[in-house]
């Protein structure tokens, strides 16, 4: 069969092209083929017309049908056998067969070859009709199922979250085991590593995922506006509110609420969030009625809470309403068998974005990025790849698109420098940041050898780690 002749099924993103249906029409005799095409056409339907097996293969090649009534005898070909073939390459295609010879035998091989029905000439115009409708109406419906199908996989899969390594596959798999329930989830990691992506996840892959996912800072805020936006107000509750608002809770009713920074809330703040996850209730600022809501929560820190409570910052009582299930991700120099896969996602992203042929990136340029920190984490591998992509006159990413202190040309500085809010104290904060995580990595993150190698006391490193909030791996000395 040539290659013109090959059936297309319907892609996902196809519109239906007929409000009835679209209908083909297989059959050597011109008057069945035009007396069938005018009793469709009055009925709404699409209808298209081929005299033979060949010129049928080829119509269905062009366009997709909703259904094919098909003469079981051809001039060129049997009309069982091209159903076999139809629905070989289309197993979704409805096939009606239609001929004056309608024993039971033949209705029987058409059957079971995948035919819908079988109707005999001269045919009841109402039965054929019914027939029809039912025929299309059960392949929408199909077509339907398998496009959601499809849809679902894409939207409820971790395929924007790119990821190969144990750490990550540990954590694909306690999304799946946690997004069904209604339990609270604490996620933990630095910044850049993807907590609003698994926060997603877990959502898109809920019970939830139907209603809204509510993501909001509550460090981006300060505490007025915080709770105004958490839980709404009433008219004349502040001196700017000339009317009432809803609150971020009740936009995420049956839904989720994501609270990233929550460990930045205030102690306030904090008690009204409690109250909410003990009673799932609370009331708009000034308002004197309760509101229930059904909402669960997924927060997100990159901050220990435990040493926020322990300095008296974070209620202990809301910790551990939030720690139910806690989900730590690790930063991007802890799975580095993911910096490959996640360059190859990048590039094709921002290659695509920017219409242009799809980058790669040679090995030259590819070493540097697997041996550099990542202070940023993914986040950051992700802007350097858009840059390089942006940058790029070629299909190939080389070493010489990529910033200087991951390509090793020059001092080791963060990438905070083309940030418009970074501080030259953020910029050196973050350049001491990723020197010691550098060292300790070389130390295989023996402290007490760090400092030697530092020449500081050990108390030193320690005031130093803490302070800028450096994760330790606990490995010793392999």
Avoid at 360 to 375: F, G, K, Q, S, V
Wanted: proline content about 5%; hydrophobic content about 40%.
């Amino acid at each position: 069969m040539s290659e013109a002749a090959v059936i297309t099924p319907r892609s996902p993103g196809d519109a239906l092209p007929s409000p009835a249906g679209t209908v083909l029409i297989i059959d050597d005799e011109a008057a069945i083929r035009e007396s069938l095409q005018t009793l469709l056409e009055v009925e709404g339907y699409d209808v298209e017309l081929a005299a033979s097996g060949e010129q049928g293969l080829a119509r269905l090649g062009e366009r997709p049908f909703d259904l094919v009534l098909l003469d079981l005898a051809l001039p060129d070909r049997n009309g069982l056998e091209l159903l076999a073939e139809l629905r070989r390459q289309d197993t979704q295609l409805s096939v009606i067969m239609i001929t004056a010879y309608g024993t039971v035998e033949n209705a029987v091989k058409a059957m079971q070859a995948g035919a819908a029905n079988f109707i005999q000439k001269p045919w009841d115009n109402e039965k054929l009709l019914a027939d029809v409708r039912a025929a299309v109406a059960r392949h929408r419906a199909e077509e339907e199922n398998i496009q959601l199908k499809r849809a679902l996989k894409k939207r409820y899969s971790f395929e924007s979250i790119v990821g190969k390594s144990e750490p990550m596959l540990k954590i694909f798999d306690l999304v799946a085991q946690v997004a069904p329930s209604r339990s609270t989830v604490l996620l933990q990691g630095e910044s850049g590593t993807g907590k609003e992506l698994i926060a997603k996840a877990i959502h898109l892959n809920s019970p939830r995922r139907d209603r809204s996912f509510v993501p909001v800072n509550t460090g981006s805020m300060p505490p007025d506006l915080l709770e105004s936006t958490l839980f709404g107000h009433v008219k004349g509750a502040f001196t700017s509110a000339i009317a009432s608002k809803k609150g971020l809770f009740e936009v995420a009713d049956h839904g989720t609420l994501f609270l990233d920074e929550i460990g930045t809330m205030g102690l306030d703040t904090q008690s009204k969030i409690l109250r909410v996850l003990q009673d799932r209730k609370f009331m708009h600022l000034g308002g004197v009625h309760e509101i229930q809501v059904d909402v669960r929560i997924i927060a997100a820190t990159n901050v220990d809470l435990k040493q926020l409570v322990r300095d008296g910052k974070f209620r202990e009582d809301l910790f551990y309403r939030l720690n139910v299930i806690t989900i730590d991700l690790p930063p991007l120099r802890q799975r580095k068998e993911d910096i490959p896969p996640l360059v190859d996602f990048f590039l094709k992203k921002y290659s695509e974005e920017n219409e242009r042929p799809l980058r790669n990136i040679t090995p030259e340029a590819l070493r540097p990025l697997m041996t550099y920190a990542w202070p940023g984490n993914v986040r950051e591998l992700e802007n350097v790849i858009e840059r390089a992509v942006v940058l790029s006159s070629g299909t190939q990413i080389g070493a010489e698109l990529l910033p200087d202190q991951i390509a090793g040309r020059g001092a080791a500085l963060p990438m905070l420098g083309h940030r418009g809010d970074a501080s030259l104290f953020d910029i050196m904060e973050e350049c001491e940041r990723q020197i010691i995580v550098d060292m300790l990595e070389k130390c295989n993150w023996n402290q007490t050898e760090t400092a030697e190698r530092f020449r500081v006391p050990l108390s030193t490193l320690n005031q130093k780690i803490k302070r800028l909030n450096i994760e330790i791996k606990k490995k010793g000395r392999e």
